[in-house]
């Protein structure tokens, strides 16, 4: 008996179940994705850093060094397990051409670095995670450079100069365990030692790698601070293994984030269908619920049957979401595995999957017994009697046909209609909602990054070109050349020379630690500051988000740093976003020291009417070799892969948004239509067409759709706002406002979704005209 009814129901309610099935498979399906991301993730950058060796502090430092200053404290010092020192020649893009491309590297905001393969440690990897070996004549080229260029096995690397043209076989991919991510400015090839000398000797500048292993991780705070208090080099960014690790993981690991948050809309969604699923079904068994009752079947008993329907419903539907995870996944790994490659299977990689999708599993189960307690409500007597507990009375109350006025009978009778009976609306009210939500935010979250106003949230003011000076022979000399030539430059309206310095700071547990401070006029190209201002004068200071929670400072509070061996108090005018140098910066207008400078920059703009481009070709020659940049470049090409997993994300997130309302809206169409077959009949019986039923249908919809598509885009930009600030402060950006195109979110989302619905609508109400008068009176 139990079979019979369970299989009658499934008969009854195709459509129903199969909506359902879809929704908690599709939920299934993503929440085992991300959860395999997040496995593949961990395992593959856990496998990139112990193949690798990878360091636990790294200086970078320009200029000369005293190897045996170097030696003398890594002997004396217990924390040290190893040391090795590197060296990187520096290119400048001009002398490299990659692959068939014609042109060189000028405009690539990336720094270009030739390197040997390490001895000790941080030793540079190929696709198969093993140590990369180069032959005379050969290079390995970074994975960034591959994806970007298109490269692959025995292209061509020229490196031209002057007096020099040497071509290179490329036979491998580098993995980067310091320098993978699109994030990280600077990329290391990997040549022959042999060729490395010759370089050496026609092309370049030098730059040190100080890299440490350490005996135990946890002290890597003390140690940098004994590094640091030292006179060791330091001419410029120190970077560390927990630095390494969140770069590594950022792209993806945000992915991860979205697609959960995806999947556990979908399980909303899934539930308020469930709900509206079981409380219909409930109401059309009622009398047979009393006659079952009044046999001695017991209240457990008849929830088990309603209950046993849906348990195998979600049971297969989370097995079928597991196994199409299983192949999907593949699209949101891929990234993973070329950049860290691919970590050995583990019993994790199959039980959190599982175990995600046996939650889901869980919830279903568990929202399918809350709603089935309505059985406590049902009286043999009344089901007996009534055979149905009755439907709400409807709230018509100033809704009068022959009291309108202006207005078309069948808009008129589609809002008297769902202004009475809201409550049942509310189902597909909400899922509209989501459904906007889930499509918004990510199209938002993807215009942000690709915004030019996203390069606030990079410690940086707005301008057209940014112009860097690493550390080299001269460099002070070729600043003050450069400065003296942009102000006698017709083609430039404003430029703002800024210089970034080392100095100490008294940090919130009491010991002095080195603090970037970039000195110059921030007023010229001001920052957008999430608290406070820009610093006007040189007792002030603005600190990075990141820096002011660490040192546990807001607007107004003291700053005690080192200036020129002077201990000074400075106070906190500005707290503002930087998603560069690991967030940790700082701006002021203080004298600096030409013996602690790390980097020059200039910003400008040029004046209306002049090319750009053109200005940043004349500046790559006249400059030689400093960086010349486009700010916009400079997004491009380091989020350029956050943005392309993002886009794939974001595509997928509109087809199931739209694909949810369709299904969604033709289920309870159905359910509606059957609901109201009496009324229609009526209707037609007192001279309503089949044409102005559907009107009213129609008029039903495009209100609950345009009532979805308000809430929804007003919870897309307060708590989607909210879910992109928690994923910016793991960057250093915890304030992100949304760059909202107002035309895509406001006007063509929006009314394809409630044309989608429309559609679906008008499709859906067809069935009406199968059904006579005669026979839904009967009904």
């Not at 031209?160 to 699109?182: C, H, S, W, Y």
């Amino acid at each position: 008996m139990l079979l019979r009814i369970v299989k009658r129901d499934l008969q009854r309610n195709k459509i129903i179940t199969f909506g359902l099935f879809v929704f908690i498979m599709l939920s299934a399906l993503l929440v085992a994705s991300a959860s395999q991301v997040i496995i593949e993730l961990s395992g593959s950058l856990n496998q990139l850093l112990i193949k690798s060796k990878a360091p636990h502090f790294v200086q970078m430092h320009a200029g000369q060094i005293d190897s045996s200053a170097i030696e003398s404290f890594t002997a004396a010092n217990p924390l040290v397990k190893d040391q090795q020192t590197v060296e990187m020649l520096n290119l400048d893009g001009s002398n490299v051409y990659l692959g068939s491309n014609q042109g060189s590297e000028a405009n690539s905001v990336m720094d270009i670095g030739f390197v040997e393969q390490n001895p000790s440690f941080d030793l540079l990897l190929n696709l198969e995670n093993k140590v990369i070996e180069v032959s005379a004549g050969e290079i390995a080229v970074p994975i960034y450079y591959m994806k970007q260029k298109n490269l692959k096995i025995g292209d061509i690397v020229s490196v031209l100069g002057e007096q020099f043209d040497k071509k290179f076989v490329i036979t491998d991919f580098v993995r980067d365990v310091q320098m993978n991510p699109a994030m990280v400015s600077s990329k290391r090839f990997v040549v022959n030692a042999a060729d490395f000398t010759a370089l050496k000797q026609q092309l370049g500048e030098p730059e040190y790698l100080i890299e440490f292993q350490l005996t135990d991780l946890s002290k890597l705070n003390d140690f940098r601070n004994e590094y640091q208090s030292s006179n060791l080099p330091n001419k410029g960014p120190s970077i560390d293994y927990p630095l390494f690790k969140t770069l590594n993981a950022l792209t993806d690991g945000i992915i991860a984030v979205v697609i959960i948050l995806v999947s556990v809309l979908l399980m909303l969604i899934a539930i308020l269908c469930l709900r509206f699923t079981m409380i219909a079904t409930l109401e059309e068994d009622y009398r047979e619920i009393g006659v079952m009752k009044a046999i001695g079947i017991t209240q457990q008993d008849i929830r088990s049957i309603y209950l046993a329907k849906y348990i195998v419903m979600a049971a297969v539907a989370s097995v079928c979401g597991y196994l199409l995870s299983l192949g999907v996944v593949r699209l949101f790994t891929a990234n993973i595995t070329l950049y860290l490659g691919v970590a050995p299977a583990s019993i994790l990689h199959y039980f959190v999957p599982v175990l995600a999708v046996g939650l889901i599993f869980g919830v279903v189960v568990f929202f399918c017994r809350m709603i089935l307690r309505r059985f406590n409500r049902i009286t043999v007597v009344e089901a007996l009697r009534s055979g149905t507990r009755g439907e709400a009375r409807m709230n018509t109350s100033g809704f009068s046909l022959s009291k309108r006025k202006f207005v078309n009978v069948n808009a008129f009778l589609g809002v008297k209609d769902v202004y009475g009976r809201f409550t049942m609306y509310g189902l597909l009210f909400y899922v509209f909602v989501i459904s906007l939500f889930i499509v918004l935010v990510p199209v938002n979250i993807l215009n942000t990054l690709q915004s030019p106003r996203f390069v606030s949230y990079m410690g940086v003011g707005q301008s057209d070109i940014r112009i860097d000076l690493q550390q080299s022979n001269q460099i002070e000399k070729r600043f003050n050349e450069m400065i003296t030539k942009l102000e006698n430059d017709p083609d430039i309206s404003k430029f703002s020379p800024l210089i970034t310095s080392r100095f100490k700071v008294l940090g919130s547990d009491g010991v002095w630690d080195s603090l970037n401070v970039e000195t110059g006029d921030f007023t010229i190209f001001p920052l957008s500051y999430v608290h406070g201002g820009t610093p006007r004068s040189a007792s002030e200071i603005a600190l990075s988000d990141l820096n002011a929670k660490e040192l546990n400072k807001k607007v107004g509070d003291i700053v005690h740093l080192e200036v020129a061996g002077v201990a000074k108090k400075l106070t906190v005018s500005g707290i503002y976003q930087d998603i560069t140098n690991g967030g940790r910066t700082a701006k002021a207008q203080l004298l600096y020291d030409s013996k602690t400078v790390l980097w020059y920059v200039v910003a400008l703009d040029v004046n209306p009417g002049i090319s750009v481009q053109a200005k940043m070709d004349q500046y790559t020659k006249l400059f030689y070799p400093a960086k010349i940049t486009h700010l916009q470049s400079y997004l491009a090409q380091t989020l350029g892969n956050t943005i392309r997993q993002l886009k794939l994300v974001t595509g997928l997130s509109i087809v199931i948004a739209f694909s949810i309302s369709i299904l969604i809206t033709s289920l309870f169409l159905k359910m509606l239509l059957a609901k109201d077959s009496s009324q229609t009949a009526i209707l037609r019986s007192v001279g309503f067409t089949l044409g102005d039923i559907r009107r009213q249908y129609l008029v039903r919809m495009l209100i609950i759709s345009g009532l979805g598509v308000i809430l929804g885009t007003f919870a897309a930009n307060t708590l989607g706002q909210k879910i992109a600030q928690m994923l910016g402060s793991f960057m250093g950006a915890s304030k992100i406002q949304f760059v909202v195109n107002p035309a895509v979110a406001y006007l063509i989302l929006p009314l394809l979704f409630m044309l989608i619905v429309a559609l679906t609508t008008v499709t859906s109400t067809i069935s009406i005209r199968k059904s006579s008068i005669a026979k839904l009176i009967a009904e």
